[in-house]
């Protein structure tokens, strides 16, 4: 059988039209502008309206990255929706989205890794098409975050917004130094649980529960494990850090993007950073930046991209590709 590649074809995202700027969140809770700034580097967010759902971003986003991959719905194959704020307990979202786009073959299915889920899903979409089960894949990470963060702690909801970023990878014959997923690296650990969770759920309180974390652990860990991640990936792969064109990490917070890019001797001027105007959109916040490089200009076909990210779990991961 013929050795297959996983080749992003299409890119998409979509924000709320709300957006919800530092001064007004200084209105809602004891901070300031400057106060967010200088501990995130944030300047604002996109809320989701009422009514507004996770497929509902996960749509227009999942559009935009069919069409710009040249293909149309019906094409598709398997859809992996990245989510921690699904709209049903069940069904899965994604099966939702496969319904919205008219798609009635192949499969869908939620993956669950909150911030890294967008690097899971795609790692196992990677995996599908390697072993030829799929040859259009679309991955979607799609989060409203605003539904579970608690707006009466300053500490948190300064941090999260909503959005999705898509995209579409097709399956090509494996070429040297040709596009495609080269590799992927995957972690957790779940003794790391109370630094950052959600305190419900359908089986331990029969509520959705709202997103609690300890910020100053996560950071340390989140500079850590992400630089590990960085490095064993390209170790894996025969790579240097030197030789990555574009780091897209996970917009998180600013401090954290620099403390990576600090110990791994990494310019500032190749890491993508869009947190400032989306804040930390979970699972949605790398395909977006994703997004915004490409669309841009700064990301172009044949550079060599390393994204990664750290979420509670903890899980944390990265995947080097060939755009």
Request: with cysteine; glycine share 10%; aromatic share 6%.
């Amino acid at each position: 059988m013929t050795e297959l590649s996983s080749r992003i074809a299409g890119v998409g995202a979509h924000l709320p039209a709300r957006i919800l700027t530092n001064d007004e969140m200084s209105g809602m809770v004891d901070t300031s502008d400057a106060w967010i700034r200088e501990r995130t580097g944030i300047r604002q967010r996109h809320i989701a309206a009422e009514g507004e759902t996770t497929s509902d971003l996960a749509e227009a986003a999942a559009r935009r990255a069919i069409e710009q991959a040249g293909l149309k719905p019906e094409d598709i194959d398997l859809i992996i929706m990245a989510t921690t704020t699904p709209d049903f307990t069940f069904p899965a979202t994604a099966t939702v989205l496969q319904a919205r786009l008219g798609i009635t073959q192949g499969a869908a299915f939620d993956v669950q890794a909150v911030c890294t889920g967008f690097i899971y899903a795609l790692s196992v979409a990677d995996n599908f098409i390697a072993r030829g089960q799929a040859r259009h894949a679309l991955v979607v990470g799609a989060e409203t975050m605003s539904r579970i963060v608690d707006w009466t702690d300053r500490t948190t909801c300064v941090l999260f917004g909503d959005g999705a970023g898509a995209v579409v990878l097709s399956g090509e014959e494996k070429a040297a130094d040709g596009p495609g997923i080269l590799s992927t690296y995957l972690r957790s650990d779940g003794r790391y649980k109370d630094l950052l969770h959600v305190d419900g759920g359908p089986s331990s309180t029969q509520s959705v529960g709202l997103l609690r974390m300890a910020g100053n652990q996560v950071f340390r860990h989140a500079v850590t494990n992400i630089s590990e991640s960085m490095t064993t990936l390209c170790k894996r792969s025969g790579v240097k850090i030197a030789d990555i064109d574009w780091f897209v990490p996970h917009q998180a917070n600013q401090r954290i993007l620099e403390g990576v890019a600090r110990k791994l001797s990494i310019p500032s001027d190749r890491v993508i950073s869009t947190v400032a105007d989306h804040g930390n959109t979970s699972a949605a916040s790398v395909p977006l930046a994703l997004d915004r490089a490409v669309e841009d200009g700064r990301i172009k076909r044949g550079d060599l991209i390393l994204m990664e990210a750290l979420g509670g779990g903890f899980t944390w991961g990265a995947a080097l590709v060939r755009y």
